[in-house]
């Protein structure tokens, strides 16, 4: 089993020391999906949540979220990230969420593209619980990381 590199010899966690490592091109990709009931769809779709624009909200939260990471998640290290994105795609009862970040750096992105998916999610939530408390996220998930020692990784498809 390989080693844990985030506790210490004496098994205590720390940041890992991302110091000595080269910098390179860094990617990662994360979808999730939130399901709901057609109304609730429609009112998103159509702009006619009481709460205002959902998607424009979500969006920038996603972003946001991304940005603030290591002020969420233990032992993330603050990155100075190049790019985020947030998009949506409507599909048969639910809405899909994909969310990237990008940087030139000496640590991966995914915690931060997964943060903005799941922030994005809850967004929605948020803005539409009027409309449909019912709805459930899921299926949120590392889609793709490129760049590193380790190289790229795709996720297998979940068929």
Not at 21 to 33: M, Y
Not at 82 to 96: C, K, L, Q, S, Y
Request: net charge neutral.
């Amino acid at each position: 089993m390989a080693e844990l590199t985030h506790l210490d010899a004496q098994g205590k966690a720390r940041m890992v020391d991302v110091g000595g490592k080269a910098e390179t091109r860094r990617v990662a990709v994360a979808e999730g999906r939130i399901r709901m009931n057609p109304q609730a769809r429609a009112a998103i779709a159509g702009g006619g949540v009481p709460k205002g624009d959902v998607l424009a909200a979500a969006r920038i939260a996603g972003i946001m979220a991304a940005k603030r990471t290591a002020e969420l998640i233990p032992l993330c290290h603050p990155l100075s990230l190049d790019a985020v994105t947030v998009d949506f795609t409507f599909e048969d009862g639910a809405i899909r969420v994909e969310a990237s970040a990008s940087l030139s750096g000496r640590t991966g992105v995914e915690m931060e593209a997964m943060t903005a998916c799941s922030i994005a999610l809850l967004t929605i939530y948020d803005m539409a619980k009027a409309v449909d408390k019912a709805m459930v996220i899921d299926g949120v998930r590392l889609l793709k990381k490129q760049g590193g020692k380790s190289g790229d990784w795709f996720a297998p498809d979940p068929a």
